[in-house]
């Protein structure tokens, strides 16, 4: 095996493990993010639980509950644009009655979908009748975000090792 193919090989395995060492030291600097809503009315309490998980699911999974008198509504935050261009996604926050700041419950790069889900707890919160409602993250995509730059640099080092075997073959005949 060429040098090049070597190291191509060395970045290929060294993605994965980096990610996933990536994803749980940013879960574990800045807090679990929130993966969904679940609301029930059923059993004669009325509690919004918010799953939070450090690893999509699969780590450092916790479960913040909040009774559905605690909710005013529900809203959606659009991300905060900088230097002449627009930054993260919107999220779902949830307005809270006793405390001073809203409490984020999903995110979605798509502004429709989240002022969907939106409407859709609002109209629950609304509804006396209604039993139940459930949200939930697309974790796929979450799970996408990090892993790009990575591979963005993998794509470029190996580009750059292509054009400089072609140039050493090139120069060889």
Do not use: H
């Not at 006396?128 to 990090?146: C, D, F, K, N």
């Amino acid at each position: 095996m060429q040098r090049s193919g070597k190291v191509l090989l060395i970045l290929a395995l060294a993605l994965p493990p980096f990610a996933v060492l990536m994803i749980c030291a940013l879960t574990s600097v800045f807090g679990a993010p929130s993966i969904g809503l679940s609301c029930s009315r059923l059993e004669g309490r009325a509690l919004c639980e918010v799953p939070q998980s450090s690893f999509f699911g699969l780590l450092r999974n916790s479960l913040q509950v909040i009774p559905e008198s605690e909710i005013a509504g529900a809203r959606v935050e659009r991300p905060l644009g900088g230097g002449g261009r627009r930054g993260g996604g919107y999220r779902l926050l949830l307005d809270l009655k006793s405390r001073g700041y809203p409490y984020p419950v999903l995110s979605d790069p798509s502004f429709d979908a989240v002022d969907a889900e939106a409407r859709r707890v609002n109209a629950y919160l609304s509804d006396p009748t209604a039993t139940a409602i459930g949200l939930q993250e697309r974790l796929w995509l979450s799970a996408l975000v990090p892993l790009a730059p990575l591979a963005l640099v993998v794509g470029v080092v190996g580009l750059a090792i292509l054009v400089k075997r072609r140039r050493a073959t090139a120069a060889s005949r």
